[in-house]
């Protein structure tokens, strides 16, 4: 496959709560172009106006999986931790990971689901080792740094503090699940595009 280069690109110099546009490096399937099975693994029809996820749909099981596993995580709040930690869990991971897109996408969701738009704004100038304020959050965001930097570095300790910060185990394993599944999911995203930052309308 022919690999597109981007000379001109309007590139983010910094992490943003701001929705930023993606390009990728390999041609997606056409919108036009895609078959049912393909329609069918996007899950959400919407998706099929999404370059990502048309790229993605060159293999439909493992997009159909791959999103039904992140809905999952995100929007199953039955029990366990809020949207709020969960998707701080993903900015966190995405912050150390240095996937730019992400990051805009969940640091956003974790301002509006928490209304916490500074402390979310410092996680993002300063990284991940920023005082958000709070024993939780601080927690969230130190086991979520800890899984993505090798999921080797997770241990005990992680997760005594989170129990210390007050989270229970369904709440915990919604954190890993949160952390655990951008880790993959920024990787992914940083190996076939980059992001852009959208023209003025």
Same mark, same amino acid.
């Given at each position: 496959?022919?690999?597109?280069?981007?000379?001109?690109?309007?590139?983010?110099?910094?992490?943003?709560?701001?929705?930023?546009?993606?390009?990728?490096?390999?041609?997606?399937?056409?919108?036009?172009?895609?078959?049912?099975?393909?329609?069918?693994?996007?899950?959400?029809?919407?998706?099929?106006?999404?370059?990502?996820?048309?790229?993605?749909?060159?293999?439909?099981?493992?997009?159909?999986?791959?999103?039904?596993?992140?809905?999952?995580?995100?929007?199953?709040?039955?029990?366990?931790?809020?949207?709020a930690e969960r998707e701080l869990?993903?900015?966190?991971?995405?912050?150390?990971?240095?996937?730019?897109?992400? $990051?805009?996408?969940? #640091?956003?969701?974790? !301002?509006?689901?928490?209304?916490?738009?500074? +402390? *979310?704004? %410092? =996680?993002? &100038?300063?990284?991940?080792?920023?005082?958000?304020?709070?024993?939780?959050?601080?927690?969230?965001? $130190?086991?979520?740094? #800890?899984?993505?930097? !090798?999921?080797?570095?997770?241990?005990?300790? +992680? *997760?005594? %503090? =989170?129990? &210390?910060?007050?989270?229970?185990?369904?709440?915990?394993?919604?954190?890993?699940?949160?952390?655990?599944?951008?880790?993959?999911?920024?990787?992914?995203?940083?190996?076939?595009?980059?992001?852009?930052?959208?023209?003025?309308?």
């Open positions: 496959m022919t690999v597109t280069d981007y000379p001109d690109l309007a590139r983010p110099d910094r992490f943003t709560q701001q929705g930023l546009g993606w390009v990728p490096w390999l041609a997606p399937v056409p919108e036009a172009d895609l078959t049912e099975r393909q329609r069918e693994a996007l899950i959400e029809p919407a998706r099929a106006r999404m370059p990502y996820f048309r790229l993605l749909a060159r293999d439909p099981d493992a997009l159909e999986a791959r999103t039904l596993t992140d809905l999952d995580i995100f929007f199953n709040i039955e029990g366990g931790v809020g949207r869990a993903a900015t966190a991971a995405s912050r150390a990971n240095g996937c730019v897109f992400c $990051a805009s996408v969940h #640091s956003a969701a974790a !301002t509006r689901e928490s209304g916490r738009r500074e +402390d *979310v704004q %410092r =996680l993002l &100038d300063e990284g991940t080792g920023a005082d958000l304020g709070d024993k939780s959050w601080n927690a969230i965001v $130190a086991a979520s740094v #800890s899984l993505t930097t !090798t999921p080797l570095q997770f241990d005990a300790t +992680d *997760v005594d %503090r =989170l129990r &210390d910060a007050g989270l229970d185990d369904a709440s915990i394993v919604d954190v890993i699940g949160g952390a655990a599944f951008f880790n993959w999911a920024n990787r992914l995203m940083l190996s076939l595009g980059e992001p852009e930052v959208p023209a003025a309308r």
